[in-house]
Structures are given as structure tokens and as C-alpha cells.
């Protein structure tokens, strides 16, 4: 997820903290939904023309630091439940394989089982 | 987020399938919340006793696979934003220990708006 | 959020259960966030004319399904909580209003705090 | 989902602001998600004493808030694709008694398909 200082500083900041109660695997997920909410939050209402304009104009902090959020508390739930995260992605990328072959899939979003 | 080789896995599977034009930001917003959604569901009605039960058991599978779920949107979000995670992350982390001084926070999980 | 009889018949339905334990208030706005999810997904990847397409189609009743979980578990909650929607929404409103002045927000989703 | 009087209210609001341009349902489904993130952040981080105190205290007013906010969307989610609620929920429900049936579910919340 993120490199090994980061997660240092992350874990760090944690502890100063005393949050790690806080942070069981559920109040983390719920803190993830949370996050991804506000993150969607920056977009809404906005064409695709409208979103592209705030990525390129002053409010791209803002959405970047909504990603930073998402990012952490993904970093958190990964070190506290022992992820590989490389590993659960390429993983789940082989059974995405299987679910969505590519003649069927090719330029076709629809879910493996509307297929 | 993930290292090179995953990450050129995964534009390899969207490539190959021709999705990146379903992949615009706001799109991949709407799918980090839907995956975020999945990955509670595996814990919902449960205690903490419960998930941890859970983790150790023959569903870790799942919430792992939920997990990559999130870490593979995540990762599509920041390569097409050009996003460097650990430098947005190390950026968030220092306005977060601004907004939460060790000695007003410690122990204590209350919003910054909060105190 | 439901007419009385329909109240009834969610209070049995989770009476017979014995499911009360399960729905703390938080557990309760869990499963709202859960249930949303599932009602987006049923939208994720389509353009607003595959949505209206769906929506005159034979997966109407699929979406019409999603919907009405987000309706039961709001419901649950206003119960619990002795909320009384159409109040509640009514005192929301008004502070709208105030937040979003008609010459302001004509034409434009703008947040009131983008202004 | 609210009476009449109050989504009547709802609409002048939302004409009065030119603001049905926005409200596709996918639009409103995404600020499904949103708002139920919002409510969802009131209880973060809290125990179920701690969600029980601040629904007793001053901080009720605010949950209530963001419950109305769920409710609103809601209610323009269903008069826009002209779903009756208490139909949707009833019909829902007996199909939620078939999946859970009471003497495989009593005290007991595993998924249908956990059994």
C-alpha cells in the first residue's frame, strides 16, 4: 500500500495517539466507507468535463488529500490484518480473469453474471 | 499502492478487456464505495469477537479478496490521477497531526470540530 | 418512511427473528451504507440512457428491490430512534433553504461552502 | 416515504433551483452513498453507550440532520422513478421471509447464504 517509512510514520502517529484501540478490522472498514463517501463527495454533481476541470484547477488538493484518506485507513486494515496486498490484488486479479474472459468482456461492462 | 509489475497487471487486464473508457475518476469514485460497501458487508452483524473469528477462519479468503477489491480501484484511481500515494499520504499525515495534537487527542477518538 | 401497517409488518418480520439485538443505531447506519452500495452497483459502469433503459426493462424490479432495503433499514432506524421523517425532513428543509438561497443556487449544484 | 404536504415541499425546492438537471437516478444514488456516509461518521469511533448518550444529548439534532438528508434522497429517488415504497418494501419482505426462514434465523444473523 504504502512504503515502508510511511507506514513507520503512519503507525507512529497512531501510537502517540494511543488510537490503536480505536482501530478494530470493523471500525476500520466503517472508516473506509466513510472516507470513500467523502471522496465521491468532491465529484458529485459534476460532469466528467467538470471533474476533469477540478483535477487541473486549485480543488485538485482537495481531492488528493480525499485519496490520502482512503489510502491510510486501507494502510491500517492491511498491517493490522497481515495483508500482502501485492499479493491479495494479483490473487484476486486471476479470479477477475476467470470471471471476466476477455471475448466476452472487450469493451463490455457488464457483471459476469448479467453476461 | 501496489508495485510496478501489479500495477502493469492490472492496466494489462483493462486494457486487454478495452474498459479504460468506462474508467473515468468519478466512475472509479462510484466503485471504491460499492467496493468499501462489500468489504463491511463481510463483517456486519458481527461483533469484534465475531470478525476476529472470521479472519482466522475459512472466510479470511473473502475479506481479502474484499480488500484487493479496494486496493485494485484505489490503485486505477491514482494511476490515472497521477497520484503518488505515499507522498499524498505523508502530506495528509502532517495537516492530521496539526488538526489532532497528541495532547488534546490522546486516548480519545473525538473529531477535531469535536474537542 | 412507511405507513403504519408496513411498520407492523417490519417490527414482526424482525420480532419473529429475534434479531432487535442486532439493530444498535450504529449497526443500523452500517447497513444503510451497505444497502446504498448495493443500490448504486445496480447503476455502476451505465450512462444515465443504460439506467433509464434498465429502469423500463425487465432488471426494474431488481432495482426497485435495492430500494426498498435502503427502505426498511431507514425505517428500523426512524422507529428506533423515535425520528419522525416528515418533521425531520421539513426542519432540513428550511435550513437548505437558508444554506442554498434560490438566487445563489439557480442552475448550480455548487456546495454552499464553494459558493 | 414522506406525506404528501412535505415531497411537495421537496419538489418546490428542487424546481426553484432549477435543480432536476441534476438528479439523474444514478446522481441520486451516488448521493445515497454520501449521505449515509455522513450519518454513519456521527456514530464513528463511538461504542453503542456512547452512539446512546449522544442520542440523548445535543448532538441528537445532528444525527437527526443527516437521517433527513437519507430521507430526502430517498424521496426524490423514489418519485422520480415513481416507486411506491410501501409496496416495495412489502413485496421485498416476503421475500426476505423466504430467505430467512424463522427457524434457521432466529437469533441468528448470518446471511441466507451462510446457513
Redesign the interface.
Known sequence: ???D??MA??LD?RR????E??H????L??????E???????????T?AE??GL?NGSSRER???E??????V??Y??YD?K?D??A??????K???AK?P?EK?????KKYDEH
Chains 1, 2, 3, 4 share one sequence.
Not at 67 to 72: G, L
Open positions: 500500500m504504502v512504503n517509512n510511511v510514520a503512519l502517529f502517540q495517539r494511543n488510537w484501540q480505536f478494530t478490522p470493523k471500525e472498514a466503517v472508516a473506509l466507507t466513510i470513500t463517501g467523502e471522496l465521491l463527495e468532491t465529484f458529485q454533481w459534476k466528467d471533474v476533469r483535477l481531492v488528493v488529500d485519496i490520502a484518506d482512503v489510502a491510510i486501507l494502510s486494515l492491511c490484518l495483508v496486498v501485492d491479495a490484488v494479483l490473487s484476486k486479479l479470479k477477475n480473469e471476466y476477455i468482456s472487450y469493451g463490455n461492462a
